[in-house]
């Protein structure tokens, strides 16, 4: 039994136990490790996170904790000496981020030596054509925004021995996912505004589109707004967006003034989810007399923040592409190791990245005692 007094410690000593295992392997159980260095059961689990956030291991509910890594294109795949042949197939639906994601997931299995192609499409008949008679060892679907249609799921089944999907929750349908935790992304964009001392807070939203998430993502914003201390009013500003794919400032500015115009008491803090970027909302909130972060904070829920320049950051909790793309490999590379295990699901967690739109609430402006004009 080890002496282990601390949680940095614990950490140190686990990155050394796990280190002597292969790729894909099962590690110990909490319990067994915390028996085995005479630590409390949490005290591991908050080791495990460190763990996991260092991408060393990776956790599957009901499955147990697995060592990530390992060379893609040396995966042990039964009765095959070739290196993995993975399809990548999105939906055409314009998305920036999911481009970027797929490329940026085909460069790196390329450079693993494995055979990796990417097919875009638009409907399941024009899938089957392009697709012919190949045979693949790992499918990676990306159904973005659109609607899944069960034959697609059948067809891509029927060419892969294993599939995994990327931005969808499913349930019951024999495939492994990989999935923002969206309760997480919620969580710490509310816990980043309380701590800055905004009590009222809102959420910006596109009007419910079941593909996206939406509705769970209001359902989070609501039940975790219930648990915060005080009464104040849970807020929802849904704005109408059906005009391409990246939402205009004009668009923000009547959704604000439309849903906040009899509204006692404006949140000084304002939770963003969707298709927005972050010159329309700076743009957005000041055509509907909110300056950021001057008169209001705001927290994005979408990462592609990543990409603009530090003066036009906004504070976003969100992942990376290469957050994403390191994920994904890590789950192809955990399932080509263990070919046999049912299907799993991933909840990737997200991480607060700072940007130039918060500060704390007794620098902001005289926004509680506001009032928006109608158009």
Known sequence: MSDISSGFALVDQLRVDF????????????????SRHAVSVFAVQRAFEVLKEEGLIQSFVGRGSFVTGGEIAKSRIPGQSLPARILIVNHSTPSLRGYKIAHALQTELLQAGCRAITVSYSDASELR?????????????????????????????????????????????DVDVFVRNRAKSMALALNCLRELGHGRIGLLTERLDAAAGYAEIENHFLQNHASLPGNAESLIVRVAADRGDEIQASEIR??????????????????????FDPVSIREGFLLAGFEIPSA???????????SYAADARL???????????????????????NPGEPPVQVLD?????PGLSTIRNDAVGKVRNARIEAP
């Open 19 to 34: 280190a002597s295992l292969e790729a894909g392997s099962r590690v110990p159980t909490m319990r067994d490790v915390a």
């Open 129 to 173: 054509d392009v697709l012919g008679d190949g045979r693949y060892d790992m499918c990676v679907l990306q159904p973005r925004r659109s609607i899944l249609p069960v034959e697609v799921l059948a067809m891509l089944k029927a060419k892969a021995k294993h599939m995994i999907v990327e931005g969808r929750e499913l349930e019951r349908l």
């Open 254 to 275: 009547e959704a604000l003034q439309k849903d906040l115009t009899n509204v006692s008491g404006l949140p000084t803090g304002f939770i963003v989810s969707g298709r």
């Open 296 to 306: 209001v904070s705001v927290v994005s829920l979408r990462a592609e923040a990543e």
């Open 315 to 337: 504070t976003a909790v969100g992942r990376t592409t290469e957050h994403v793309v390191q994920g994904i490999v890590s789950m192809i590379n955990w399932r080509l190791s």
């Open 349 to 353: 967690n997200p991480s607060l990245l």
